[in-house]
């Protein structure tokens, strides 16, 4: 082959390689059935993590303003983080 043809070749390759997310997904492994105290008092927001996917369980994902690892909740706990957030939000006001 040509070593024009080599390098392109090698270059989308690259490319290839480092555009898609071929990383491993971070994945909640258990789940608590309670909602901690501490919510109240933060500020924070949540995914819902679906088992028909990458990952094996179905959770709610919590990310914390100043904390670096999130908490894994049962979906029934959507319904508190709701009512937290709303009650967050009329403090606010």
Known sequence: MDLKVVFVIVCLSALAITSTDAGIPKCCISVRNSTPKYLWRKDFRWERQDSNGV????ALVVFM????????LSLAQERNLIMIKKTQKKRKN
Do not use: M, S
Not at 55 to 58: A, R, V
Not at 65 to 72: A, E, M, R, S, W
């Open 65 to 72: 303003k100043g904390k670096k690892t999130p908490l894994c």
């Open 55 to 58: 990952c094996d369980i179905d």
